[in-house]
């Protein structure tokens, strides 16, 4: 929360000493629109959606979820008027943008080609459950990673949510970090990279 796009771009640059850049992929960082945040008692913060507290115990702000669905569709209908086929865009985010990247795929993209959740979750009644309750397509893989000594987002919502997801017919993976905060780690990165590698390969070229 409070980040932008560019300053997360800026985050993962110091922590790979590099940017995360690929040959054949290109890499957007959308920032949120600074709204009202009710745990930062209803202070200007760029977030994704508002909550009625950070708990995975309470209803979901599903108004400011929803609207946010919407602004972030339009930037995937850009990318595929722009040529780019759904099954070649992947989503994802770190904390509270993983959720949103869960909301966006499962309820609303479900042929992507996958998502990334990096100490992320759901609450427990999240409408994406609900929306896979009623689910018969094949659905985007999850990449998920966690530090176990997170205290902002607890490792068991992240445990959770993916033992969730699991049982409603999503692909998961849940990667543990041992002593990691609510924060991102080389490793976990390099995980990623070649995760999202592996999802977009490089095309062969077509042939007639």
């Known amino acids: 929360t409070g980040d932008t796009g560019q300053g997360a771009r800026t985050w993962i640059k110091q922590i790979l000493n590099q940017d995360m850049a690929f040959q054949h992929i290109k890499v957007i960082y959308p920032t949120a629109p600074a709204r009202p945040y009710t745990p930062m008692k209803g202070a200007l913060s760029t ?16 108004e400011s979820i929803d609207l946010m669905c919407q602004g972030l569709t339009d930037l995937i209908n850009d990318e595929v008027k722009n040529g780019i086929a759904k099954n070649r865009i992947l989503i994802g985010g770190f904390s ?8 966006l795929a499962y309820r609303f993209h479900q042929d992507l080609a996958g998502v990334f959740a990096l100490s992320s979750f759901l609450n427990k009644d999240s409408a994406v459950y609900q929306a896979l309750k009623r689910n018969e397509s094949v659905l985007p893989e999850l990449f998920q990673c966690h530090g176990t000594a997170d205290e902002l987002v607890l490792y068991s919502w992240g445990e959770e949510t993916n033992k969730m997801l699991k049982s409603l017919g999503v692909s998961t993976s849940l990667h543990t970090f041992p002593n990691l905060h609510h924060e991102l780690s080389r490793t976990e ?18 042939t007639n």
């Open 47 to 62: 977030v994704w959606f508002d909550r009625y507290k950070i708990s995975n115990d309470c209803p979901e702000h599903i």
């Open 96 to 103: 509270m943008g993983g959720g949103m990247a869960m909301h």
């Open 189 to 206: 990165i390099e995980k990623l990279k070649t995760w999202i590698v592996k999802k977009l390969p490089v095309e062969a070229a077509k």
